[in-house]
């Protein structure tokens, strides 16, 4: 009678176990149920990656990037994707915000670079043969960062809390380039001019920070990130360097970034 007991009281306290874990899984997919929407420019896509769902896309979208693979992982979460190679604010106000609703959960925004030209400094730092004239570029980057770009972040962001107003909204940042003083062989941008490269980066991440902060969002740094792993760092590199037979691809996170560095930094802030 006292085994019956005992074998009575352990059905019941397994059962008791299983009912609390199944109870707290139904919580964890309740809790990831809902839409993810991604919004952003060509590092919310496919370009670095090398791997398209049509090449001939100009919105470059494939199926290693940071968005899908977490869309992935959460199967139970509706996923749309409205991220768009060259997207600036403007285009994420017009074409990119449409995509949000009501039941929005989730927000991933990575929206800036194009307001400021930085592709374009970018080319300009490569092709040129003068140190200044890329410095004098990347200084007028940051002054249309902090002249144009800061109030054109706080229109889009309050544009998303307006069409998303229960979502989660993250932020995500933009890493820096290189590693100063690493091991970058001897052609290529100088170490003043990744300097400067580095600087306007770290220009982006302050004013997207503020205008995150300031609309209640979460801001994403990949900065620190990104930094064991930038060009001439000499570890795995999670940024494409420069591809002359394809230059759009060039200075883009790589499979390796998207993976293991925005994926995971998005996972731990969204579980």
Sequence with gaps: MRLLRVLVAAVMA???????????QAADETALAGKY???GDSYA???GTWTYDDPDDPCRRGPLTYPRLWAAAHPSVDFVEASCSGATTA?????QVGSLTADTSLVTLQVGGNDVGFVEVLTNCILTIDDQDCLDGVALAKQAANGVLSPALQQT???VRAKAPNAQVIVVGYPRLYTIGG????LGLSDRERTALNSAADTLAGIMSSRAAEAGFTFLD???IFDPHTLCSGNSEWVTSLEWEKLNESYHPNTA??????LPAITNITG
């Design 45 to 47: 896509v496919a370009p």
């Design 222 to 224: 990949a900065r620190p």
């Design 14 to 24: 397994l059962a008791a176990t299983m009912t609390v874990a199944g109870t707290a």
């Design 157 to 159: 962001y309050a544009a």
């Design 37 to 39: 929407v991604a919004l």
């Design 257 to 262: 970034g998207h993976r293991d560095g925005y």
């Design 91 to 95: 285009d994420i106000l017009n074409t």
């Design 183 to 186: 091991n970058c062989g001897i």
